[in-house]
Structure formats: structure tokens, C-alpha cells
């Protein structure tokens, strides 16, 4: 069965500073991964995703994700903190195909101080 | 161009009353799935719509839930007899079917049962 486990609830960082939300998954085929992102009352955005190609992806607003086999890991960063990359994230793991329901880690909700 | 849509926004109800929640998704979009968001449970899929057919409905709840989509779009969710638990936000999310399981969200029904 899959599962995702993203470590930390809560994480903060000064405006500026270094991003790093950890996201580790279990699957037993290969599987498409995916950050998406909550801003207050609003649904959920895709970030980025990876779906067997560049085991570093990119994604919108700056941020990145490498996916390390290795390590069942797919962790997400961003090189510089902007006040408004405050929300919730969400790292999900699908096994494609003709369903593909994603599973969903728990979050992590990111505050940027000034 | 537009997105998925979801009705209503909010929804306040009295325990034992049923709601009706309903998805509009992108459309072309054969594939449409429900979630549920809750404090304590985070984001859980309930159930999967490939056309009108839902061949996997066993993240459903209880037998108090139910769905239906006709015409391989519109999308409603019903709960009969709400309960004080079944109180959070309802996602709905479409996809084309094979596109590496990319989901697209509408912005959520916040559902409360007084």
C-alpha cells in the first residue's frame, strides 16, 4: 500500500532564508509524485510533479523537488523565502493509471517570518 | 477555460438533516474524485468516477454517503443524516485519465453539522 509521511507539522524560516519541506513515500511500483500547495480557504494548487523523467523537478514560484529512489524521498525547496509562500503544502503519491486516487501526507504548514 | 467548480461554498446543517454537495469539473475531464479534508484526518479520498462509473467505492465512510455523476460530468455527493464528524471541507478534483495522475481541485464545499 502507498503512504506518504511529510516530517515537521509546522515549519518556519525567515523571509529570505532556505526552504525545506521533507516528504517521504512508500510504494511498491514506481510512482508519480506530487507537492501541491493550500492557501488559506482556497483549494489545492500543483506545485510540481514527477513522472519518471528528470529526477529534479521544477516548479512554479521558484520552488524544486528532487526525487531520490534511494532514499524514498521527494523533498521540496526553495533557495529564497517570500512572505507569500505562507500556506499549507502537501507532498501525494499516485500509482497512475486508469484511477489514480492520490494519497496525501499530512502537511506542512509553512510560515515566513519577516 | 474554467476550472473545476464546486457548490455551494459553505454549508451549514443540522445533525440528522442530509446535504447534497455538488462538482462541476474541467471539462473533457473523464476522471473525478472526491476528498475529504478534516483536522483530525487530513485529506482522504472517498471516491473515484471514471464516466459515470465509480468502480471503487471503498473509501466512502459509511453507507450514509453516497455519489453519482451523470453525463460524465456534473458530480453530486449526498450524506444522509449528518453527523456532528462528518463536519470539514469536501474537494473535488478532475483529471484526464492517463496524464500521469495530475488532479485538478475545485475551491471546496466547508461543510458544518451543528
Known amino acids: 500500500a502507498q503512504s506518504v509521511t511529510q516530517l515537521g507539522s509546522h515549519v518556519s524560516v525567515s523571509e529570505g532564508a532556505l526552504v525545506l519541506l521533507r516528504c517521504n513515500y512508500s510504494?511498491?511500483?514506481?510512482?508519480?509524485l506530487f507537492w501541491y500547495v493550500q492557501y488559506p480557504n482556497q483549494g489545492l494548487q500543483l506545485l510540481l510533479k514527477?513522472?519518471?523523467?528528470?529526477?529534479l523537478v521544477k516548479g512554479i514560484n521558484g520552488f524544486e523537488a528532487e526525487f531520490k529512489k534511494s532514499e524514498t524521498s521527494f523533498h521540496l525547496t526553495k533557495p529564497s523565502a517570500h512572505m507569500s509562500d505562507a500556506a499549507e503544502y502537501f507532498c501525494?503519491?499516485?500509482?497512475?493509471?486508469?484511477?489514480?486516487?492520490?494519497?496525501f501526507g499530512k502537511g506542512t504548514k509553512l510560515s515566513v517570518k519577516p | 477555460g474554467a476550472g473545476v467548480s464546486q457548490s455551494p461554498s459553505n454549508k451549514v446543517t443540522e445533525k440528522g438533516k442530509d446535504v447534497e454537495l455538488r462538482c462541476d469539473p474541467i471539462?473533457?475531464?473523464?476522471?473525478l474524485y472526491w476528498y475529504r479534508q478534516s483536522l483530525g484526518q487530513g485529506l482522504e479520498f472517498l471516491i473515484y468516477?471514471?464516466?459515470?462509473?465509480?468502480?471503487?467505492k471503498s473509501g466512502l465512510p459509511s453507507d450514509r454517503f453516497s455519489a453519482e455523476r451523470t453525463g460524465g460530468s456534473v458530480s453530486t455527493l449526498t450524506i444522509q443524516r449528518t453527523q456532528q464528524e462528518d463536519s470539514a471541507v469536501y474537494l473535488c478534483?478532475?483529471?484526464?485519465?492517463?496524464?500521469?495522475?495530475?488532479?485538478?481541485f475545485g475551491p471546496g464545499t466547508r461543510l458544518t453539522v451543528l
Open positions: 478534483a478532475s483529471s484526464l485519465v492517463g496524464l500521469f495522475g495530475e488532479q485538478f
Open positions: 501525494a503519491v499516485s500509482e497512475g493509471g486508469s484511477q489514480g486516487n492520490l494519497i
Open positions: 514527477y513522472t519518471s523523467a528528470a529526477t
Open positions: 471539462s473533457g475531464h473523464t476522471a
Open positions: 510504494s511498491s511500483v514506481p510512482p508519480y
Open positions: 468516477f471514471q464516466g459515470n462509473s465509480a468502480p471503487d
